[in-house]
């Protein structure tokens, strides 16, 4: 093959690669919007940023791969016995794979350094007076308790812009606490109490639901939250019976 005809795989492979990593970005970008659940806090909005840019950076390698499978259906398809087949182009040509190997390369160690950095923030506490709300689990409903007052709901009232700390515990089996809209996910077991933190930033409805099985009614056990003003969190503390 001549020099002009080893390069027409390479370009016909190259712009495969770069339509569909067009598209993979877009996609990656505007699906989150509709498929993700609304974010209603700090954690969750990191939660989503993170499945954006690990979407957008497999992008690339996703393309790589579809552009080559592509390229190989297109050029290794059988056309009869006497046709010898073409010479392999894309592996043999050095730069390429060792482009490809460099990419590979730096993407992976941006994604690990993005990773353990996100791990690493996102169930810390900022320590500025959360309001600390005790989590109870059981067979199979949860309640809500807010220490220093004498307040005990079924549904759970935060206010907005203040880090809650929750602690989570059970009275019977595991069960699993799940704030899907706040990023929020942890064991709650019995015998043992396991905070974890967020901070609501948006007002609004939220459900709060259990993600371990934990029984025959586990699929049913969720409950509703809101996220409201500081005002009206007072409002709504001081209008709950008090528990004796
Ligand atoms: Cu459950």
């Not at 970005?25 to 974010?39: C, D, E, K, N, T």
């Not at 990419?103 to 941006?110: E, G, P, Y």
Request: negative net charge; proline residues 6%.
């Amino acid at each position: 093959m001549s020099d002009q005809d080893n390069k027409k795989p390479l370009k016909l492979f190259f712009w495969l690669w770069a339509i569909i990593t067009v598209a993979g970005v877009a996609v990656s970008l505007w699906a989150p919007g509709y498929l993700m659940p609304r974010s209603m806090s700090n954690n969750m909005h990191l939660t989503i940023l993170t499945m954006v840019v690990f979407s957008v950076a497999a992008a690339p390698v996703a393309a790589g791969v579809y552009a080559a499978s592509i390229y190989m259906l297109r050029t290794w398809s059988y056309r009869g016995d006497d046709v010898p087949p073409p010479a392999p182009v894309i592996r043999e040509n050095n730069k390429v794979v060792a482009s490809w190997l460099l990419a590979s390369t730096v993407l992976t160690v941006f994604l690990l350094i993005w990773g353990l950095g996100a791990l690493a923030v996102d169930n810390s506490s900022t320590g500025k007076n959360p309001l600390v709300v005790d989590v109870t689990g059981q067979q199979w409903v949860w309640s809500f308790s807010y220490p220093g007052t004498h307040v005990e709901s079924n549904q759970l009232y935060l206010p907005e812009n203040r880090e809650v700390e929750f602690r989570v515990t059970s009275d019977d089996v595991t069960h699993g606490f799940w704030i899907v809209n706040m990023g929020v996910q942890v064991d709650a077991n019995p015998g043992t109490i396991t905070t974890i933190h967020t901070t609501p930033n948006r007002l609004g409805e939220f459900t709060v639901r259990c993600e371990q099985f934990c029984g025959l009614n586990h699929s049913f056990m969720d409950t509703e939250g809101f996220v409201v003003s500081t005002q009206n969190f007072n409002s709504w503390l001081a209008a709950q019976p008090q528990r004796s």
